[in-house]
T-cell receptor
C-alpha cells in the first residue's frame, strides 16, 4: 500500500521538450513538497504546497511549475527542458500541523529525469 | 540560517563493527533534526528524529542518535554494522518558514560495509 507514489519512475527526453511528473499521497497529509537531488546526491527543496496553496517557492527557474489539483496530488511540470535539469526529483508529504516543524516528511521513490 | 554539516562523504566499516556517522548543526533556535537513509535507487526513509523530548533517540534497524547541544552534534550510531546497512545517509534540519516547514539536508554520507 504505497504512501507516496510518483510517476514515471524514469523519464528520458530531449532538450527543449516539456514534461510532467505526477505525485500522489494517500496519507491524508495537508502538505506536499518537491525536492531535487543532483548528481552528487545533494537534496534541495523546490516547492511546498499546503492544502493546494503554494507556501514555499525556492529559487527555481519559472520553467518549473507545480500544480496541486487537490491536497492528495502535487504535479511538477517542466517547460523547455535543459541538460542541467537532469536529476532525481522526489515528492514528499507531511501532516504539518500549524506551527510544528517536527513532523516527518514521507518521500516517494523518486523520478530520474535524464535530458539528452 | 539553520544548516547541517556531515563530516565524511564516505565511511567504510567491517561487518559487525560500530557505525558512526557525524552530523553537526547550526541553529539559532532549538532545532528539529532528522536522519534519513536512502538505499540505491530508492526514496528516503526516516531512521529517527529529534524533537526535544529526549536527547537519545532510537530509530529503526538498530540505529540511534544523541543530541548534544554543547557540541551542536547529532551523530548517528549503530553498535554492529550489517551488510544491509550499506546506503546513503542524510542528516537534516527542519525549518519553519512562513506557514510551511522545509528540510535542509546535509551533503550525505555513503556507508560501505565490508565482510
Amino acid at each position: 500500500d504505497t504512501a507516496v507514489s510518483q510517476t514515471p519512475k524514469y523519464l528520458v527526453t530531449q532538450m527543449g521538450n516539456d514534461k510532467s511528473i505526477k505525485c500522489e499521497q494517500n496519507l491524508g497529509h495537508d502538505t506536499m513538497y518537491w525536492y531535487k537531488q543532483d548528481s552528487k546526491k545533494f537534496l534541495k527543496i523546490m516547492f511546498s504546497y499546503n492544502n493546494k496553496e503554494l507556501i514555499i517557492n525556492e529559487t527555481v527557474p519559472n520553467r518549473f511549475s507545480p500544480k496541486s489539483p487537490d491536497k492528495a496530488h502535487l504535479n511538477l511540470h517542466i517547460n523547455s527542458l535543459e541538460l542541467g535539469d537532469s536529476a532525481v526529483y522526489f515528492c514528499a508529504s507531511s501532516q504539518d500541523l500549524e506551527g510544528k516543524s517536527s513532523d516527518t516528511q514521507y518521500f516517494g521513490p523518486g523520478t530520474r529525469l535524464t535530458v539528452l | 540560517a539553520q544548516s547541517v554539516t556531515q563530516l565524511g562523504s564516505h565511511v567504510s566499516v567491517s561487518e559487525g563493527a560500530l557505525v558512526l556517522l557525524r552530523c553537526n548543526y547550526s541553529s539559532s533556535v532549538p532545532p528539529y533534526l532528522f536522519w534519513y537513509v536512502q538505499y540505491p535507487n530508492q526514496g528516503l526513509q526516516l531512521l529517527l528524529k529529534y524533537t526535544s523530548a529526549a536527547t537519545l533517540v532510537k530509530g529503526i534497524n538498530g540505529f540511534e542518535a544523541e543530541f548534544k547541544k554543547s557540541e551542536t552534534s547529532f551523530h548517528l550510531t549503530k553498535p554492529s554494522a550489517h551488510m544491509s546497512d550499506a546506503a546513503e545517509y542524510f542528516c537534516a534540519v527542519s525549518i519553519l518558514t512562513g506557514g510551511g516547514n522545509k528540510l535542509t539536508f546535509g551533503t550525505g554520507t555513503q556507508l560501505k560495509v565490508e565482510l
